[in-house]
């Protein structure tokens, strides 16, 4: 089968397509792949996502969680997804071929974790959502700097391009003039320029002391 567009390689996986060459529209934005079984499938899911899936199986908010975030257990590689049950199980055919599975200790912890008191959950992202305001007001007290309030992450992504300064250059100079670690936005693409991605997992009073620091060194130069 030959696949030009998303909507024909949703028709391929739906109807459980043996065979699929990817070109046309479609091959302009991945390889251009011509695959037969298994490995059809492997590629298709890779080739677009959770785009095929949104297009095979709408949800008004299909839902994955990860467990780095919500729970403090980064570095664990456990997440849920939450979606139609045909859509799930085509998933775990391709996790299986992919990653190893998630030792038994980890997946008891992942149970205890979203079955268990949330009171410290519930904590936790009261505190992120004040650093988030601390952070993201006070860079817009900089000139120069604008920032648009995140809804989530842990993560600000104000504009800097009012300093004059590139993206990669105010990443070293916050670094070398005001002591501050942050990662220039062109490194998340093109568009990231004129950006830089701020962390605000620290605390509130180091925070203010960033901030501070980088208001005084754009002050200073």
């Not at 792949?33 to 949104?54: D, E, H, R, S």
């Not at 620290?202 to 005084?216: C, P, Q, V």
């Amino acid at each position: 089968m030959y696949i030009n567009n998303e909507e024909d390689l949703a028709d391929a996986i739906k109807n459980e397509q043996d065979t699929i060459e990817i070109e046309g529209d479609l091959g302009k934005k991945v390889l251009k792949i011509k695959a037969t079984g298994k490995a059809a499938w492997i590629i298709a899911f890779g080739a677009i996502g959770v785009a095929v899936l949104g297009i095979m199986y709408p949800v008004p908010e299909p839902t994955t969680q990860v467990a780095s975030k919500a729970f403090a257990m980064t570095g664990w590689r456990l997440g849920v997804a939450i979606g139609p049950e045909e859509v799930i199980e085509k998933m775990g055919l391709l996790v299986s071929t992919i990653v190893s599975c998630v030792p038994p200790f980890i997946q008891r912890a992942g149970i205890e974790a979203i079955s268990g008191d949330q009171s410290a959950l519930v904590k936790m992202k009261n505190e992120y959502d004040n650093r988030r305001k601390i952070l993201v007001d006070g860079l817009n007290k900089i000139d120069g700097i604008s920032c648009i309030e995140p809804d989530g992450a842990i993560y600000a992504f104000p504009n800097i391009s009012g300093t004059g300064m590139t993206s990669d250059e105010f990443a070293n100079f916050a670094l070398e003039k005001a002591g501050v670690a942050l990662l220039p936005g062109n490194n998340f693409g093109e568009a990231g320029e004129g950006f830089v991605r701020i962390c605000y997992v620290n605390t509130s009073d180091n925070i203010k002391k960033a901030i501070e620091n980088i208001k005084k060194a754009l002050k200073d130069r």
